[in-house]
């Protein structure tokens, strides 16, 4: 199973970017998605999750400016950032929890990261 995280780049402060991830390879059912970023020197932070069914949960420091969303038949999840910060610049990461047959344990794939830097 692999994860291609693509959408990063450079913002001016109050700009939007769309993140999109997409698993592929043998699967079987995906639970939970998310988003984590992280700077360097810092913990890898849990920015937004989704289940299958859609629902979400986004930390107090992006609620009301980033939104998490998925498309279940495209196995990709997307994170919209808006009115972004500074402080939002980071590595941006996804995270799928799959289950790769019907009677196989579920497991979580990390994609690799795209970077996302908000200046002016």
């Known amino acids: 199973v692999q994860l291609q995280a693509s959408g990063g780049g450079l913002v001016q402060p109050g700009g939007s970017l769309r993140l999109s991830c997409a698993a592929s390879?043998?699967?079987?059912?995906?639970?939970?998605m998310s988003w984590y970023r992280q700077v360097p020197g810092k913990q890898r932070e849990l920015v937004a999750t989704?289940?299958?069914?859609?629902?979400?949960n986004i930390a107090d420091s992006v609620k009301g400016r980033f939104t998490i969303s998925r498309d279940n038949a495209k196995n990709t999840v997307y994170l919209q950032m808006n009115s972004l910060k500074p402080e939002d610049t980071a590595v941006y990461y996804c995270?799928?929890?799959?289950?790769?047959?019907?009677?196989?344990?579920?497991?979580?794939?990390w994609g690799k990261g795209t970077l996302v830097t908000v200046s002016s």
């Open positions: 989704i289940t299958s069914d859609g629902r979400t």
């Open positions: 390879g043998s699967i079987f059912s995906i639970n939970v």
């Open positions: 995270n799928a929890d799959v289950r790769r047959a019907v009677l196989a344990p579920w497991v979580y794939y």
